[in-house]
């Protein structure tokens, strides 16, 4: 069974331009997760999708957003994008039911010029 | 709310001695617990999880960790530590529910000194 897979695995971007970060979940998972990891601040909760509807998402601007396409792959973009935005940024998804286990992808580096 | 707190940044320990890595959780709820690692420039992989079964839980590659309610702690623990274990170990809670957020400890970066 495929794992959760994410694209690219490196993005270069410049202050100012948007970056779009991809992600497919374990098949028969429809729940995708989003989480940054930032040097010094640990692993922040960014966004929740399930059955293509954003579920929560943590405290991050309005400029953080994304969206779940009918095959439950999901995609985050970030516009306008800081210096600050430079970090690791991972995804997971999680099957239908109550107490199941989040599964995470190998993850997106993005760095801003 | 809830909170988890690694109470150490960094451990080393030499190869074939015990591993601990200490963790305490603050919760509303009966939580969900977790423990992954995170090997340098790797995503994250599960180590093991209590969902309120047994309160001794065991994971992959030798890992255990015990659920504690009356010292709200899910500390984690191995045996006999190997060279392959050098990495960053996350305490995971999660509400009862598991289906909202999951909230990160700090960290705790294993040392193995052979």
């Known amino acids: 069974e495929a794992g959760v897979t994410q694209s690219p695995t490196h993005l270069i971007k410049t202050r100012g331009q948007q970056a779009t970060l991809r992600c497919s979940p374990i098949?028969?998972?429809?729940?995708v997760y989003w989480y940054q990891q930032a040097l010094g601040l640990g692993l922040q909760f960014l966004l929740w999708?399930?059955?293509?509807?954003?579920?929560n998402r943590g405290n991050f601007p309005p400029r953080f957003s994304g969206r779940q396409f009918p095959n439950y792959s999901s995609e985050l973009n970030v516009n306008a994008l800081e210096l600050e935005d430079s970090a690791l940024y991972l995804c997971?998804?999680?099957?239908?039911?109550?107490?199941?286990?989040?599964?995470f992808g190998p993850g997106t580096r993005l760095t801003v010029l | 709310a809830q909170s988890v707190t690694q109470l150490d940044s960094h451990v080393s320990v030499s190869e074939g001695t015990p591993v601990l890595l200490r963790c305490n959780y603050s919760?509303?709820?009966?939580?969900?617990l977790f423990w992954y690692v995170q090997h340098p420039n790797k995503g994250l992989q599960l180590l093991l999880k209590?969902?309120?079964?047994?309160?001794l839980v065991k994971g992959i590659n030798g890992f255990e960790a015990e659920f504690k309610k009356s010292e709200t702690s899910f500390h984690l623990t191995k045996p006999s530590a190997h060279m392959s274990d050098a990495a960053e170990y996350f305490c995971?809670?999660?509400?009862?529910?598991?289906?909202?957020?999951?909230?990160f400890g700090t960290g705790t970066r294993l040392t193995i000194i052979p």
């Open positions: 997971a998804s999680r099957k239908p039911g109550a107490t199941d286990t989040q599964y």
């Open positions: 098949s028969g998972h429809t729940s």
């Open positions: 999708y399930d059955e293509g509807e954003e579920r």
């Open positions: 919760s509303s709820y009966s939580p969900s």
């Open positions: 209590y969902t309120s079964a047994a309160t």
């Open positions: 995971v809670v999660s509400d009862f529910f598991g289906n909202e957020k999951l909230t």
